[in-house]
Structures are given as structure tokens and as C-alpha cells.
């Protein structure tokens, strides 16, 4: 049989570049979206760039710990996906964005209600509480949707789908400068917001990256 006849089965490297690929640029988007936010309001002096780069920590932290129940759920979907389960492959995709969603938003509450009463039990300086606290506040209103967002990219991934988050992910990165300048700055009626404009900038486009996702 001539060999262009074959299928020739992708080779486990080339399976691993597949994953490893999107995986590694997604995250280097990511940073790089958390730098161009603190590059933009530096404007705004020391004690806004401080208090961004503490907020970003935090929000990191937060993203990041709760984004691991999309590991958890990833396993689950692959058996489920491999095993070819519709069923249970739909009960524990549910099952893990509604947990996700109901988490993150019961632990991201008291940062949006309270947020300078938080920094000023870490031990923030007045200027930063005066700069950071609404800062806080806009970004907790993301988590919910940047944890379900993590979540649903675990999941994607173990169903063969790598390449959605990235694609998601993309949007964000141009149009996270461009809503941050417009509201940091102001821009015809949109008055200028300072640094909790930079905030909304990260929660629109979080929003729309689930949305997609």
C-alpha cells in the first residue's frame, strides 16, 4: 500500500507542543496584561503604581488558588471525555463551573463591600487605602467570572480543546490598554476615572473572556 494512503498518528511530541504551546502563550499574555495595567497608571505617581502592583498580588492570589478546582475538574472530564460518558461529562462540567462560580463569589463579597477595612488589616499605608480600595473593590467583582473562566479552561483542554483559551484570551490583550487608557485618562464624555479605571478595564474584559469561553 503507498505510503500516502496511511494515516500516520500524531507523535506524542507533537501532541505535547499542542497543549504546551497555547498553555505557555496564554500565560505570557496574562503577565504581560497585569504589566501594561501598571505601566498605564504610572502616570498617576508611586502611590497609585504601588497600590495597583498590591491589588494585582492579591487578585493573582485569589485567581490562582480558586483556579485549581479546574485541575480537579479536568481530571474528571478527561476520564469522562476519553470513556466517551455524555452524561457524566456534562454532570461534571455543571457540577464544576457551579461550584466555581458559587465560591468565588461568597469569598470575593467582603472585598467588595469592605475593601478598606481588608487593607487596612494588612497594614496598608493611608495613601494606599485612599488609592487602592475602590481599585479592589471593581477588581473583585471579576473573580467570579476569571475563576470560572480557569475552571472552564481546564475543562476545555481535557476535552482535546486547547486552543479555546487562548482564543479567548486574545480579545482581552488588545483590548484591555485601549478600555484602560480611555477611562484612566477620560476620552470625550467618558470622564477620567484614574486608577480604578485601570480596575474596570481588567473586570469588562474578564467578563468577556467567559463570555466567550
Keep these: ?3 500516502s494512503t496511511l494515516n500516520v498518528p500524531a507523535t506524542p511530541g507533537r501532541e505535547v507542543a499542542n497543549i504546551a504551546i497555547p498553555v505557555s502563550l496564554e500565560f505570557v499574555f496574562i503577565v504581560a496584561l ?13 502611590v497609585a ?6 491589588m494585582n498580588s492579591i487578585n493573582l492570589i485569589f485567581v490562582m488558588t480558586l483556579g485549581a478546582l479546574g485541575t480537579s475538574a479536568s481530571i474528571l472530564v478527561a476520564r469522562a471525555f476519553g470513556a466517551q ?8 462540567v455543571s457540577s464544576a463551573l457551579l461550584t466555581a462560580g458559587l465560591i468565588s463569589t461568597l469569598l470575593a463579597l467582603p ?17 494606599v487605602i485612599a488609592s487602592g480600595a475602590s481599585y479592589l473593590a471593581v477588581l473583585a467583582l471579576s473573580w467570579p467570572f476569571a475563576v470560572v473562566a480557569a475552571v472552564f479552561t481546564g475543562i476545555l483542554r481535557s476535552a482535546n480543546h486547547p486552543r479555546s ?3 479567548a484570551t486574545m480579545p482581552t490583550v488588545v483590548l484591555t490598554p485601549i478600555i484602560a487608557l480611555i477611562l484612566v485618562f477620560g ?4 470622564p477620567a476615572l484614574g486608577v480604578v479605571g485601570a480596575a474596570w478595564a481588567i473586570t469588562i ?9
Excluded at 35 to 45: D, H, T
Excluded at 49 to 54: E, I, L
Excluded at 85 to 92: A, F, H, M, Y
Excluded at 205 to 213: D, E, H, P
Aim: aromatic share 8%; no cysteine.
Design 34 to 46: 497585569s504589566l501594561v495595567n501598571q505601566l498605564i497608571v504610572a502616570s498617576l505617581g508611586t
Design 187 to 190: 476620552w470625550g464624555p467618558i
Design 85 to 92: 460518558r455524555e452524561k457524566e461529562l456534562s454532570t461534571v
Design 49 to 54: 503604581v504601588a497600590a495597583v502592583g498590591f
Design 111 to 127: 472585598f467588595i463591600l469592605w475593601p478598606s477595612e481588608f487593607l487596612r488589616l494588612v497594614g496598608s499605608s493611608p495613601e
Design 165 to 167: 483559551s487562548l482564543a
Design 205 to 213: 474584559t474578564t467578563i468577556l473572556k467567559a463570555a466567550i469561553l
Design 1 to 3: 500500500m503507498p505510503s
